[in-house]
């Protein structure tokens, strides 16, 4: 007996070998043929038919995720991942901020100036007053003079 598959069992394999990531389902559509086929086609040959799962690791300490967590595993986790460290630029002391005002700080051009405190804020730019006065620091001069 002659056993008529309504879809290329080849190219069923071949779809699945190059969809590693889709379900038996997804595999099954562009055939028109049921999963049931699709999966049967895929034992006939010895190939796996299971869709490959995606792993995806914790961004902080890269432990495997559960299928509902988004991009950290733990409360800890998610809450290092929002916190950025910065170096006083008065006192030189290593702090924490939210990434989130670091980076819009970086954006804005000033990721040079962080300030552990109000106080080293103020102590810094007490003591750099005049800090225009030195012309090596202005470094965007409006016009060449050539
Ligand atoms: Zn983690
Ligand atoms: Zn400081």
Known sequence: MVVKYKADPAKVIASRLSNPFASLQKIAD?????????????????VATAA???IRLCG?????????QLKHCSRSCRHQASI???VCSNCGK??????GQFTARKKRHLSNYFFCSKVC???????????LSHPENINTPKRSSR
């Open 30 to 46: 562009p055939f028109h043929i049921s999963r049931e086929w699709v999966r049967r086609i895929l034992v006939r040959a010895n």
């Open 52 to 54: 490959v799962r995606v």
């Open 94 to 99: 290593v702090f924490q901020l939210p990434k």
């Open 84 to 86: 950025a460290e910065a």
């Open 121 to 131: 804020y103020g102590q810094y730019f007490g003591k750099n007053y005049g800090f």
């Open 60 to 68: 902080i300490c890269e432990k495997p995720l559960k299928s509902n």
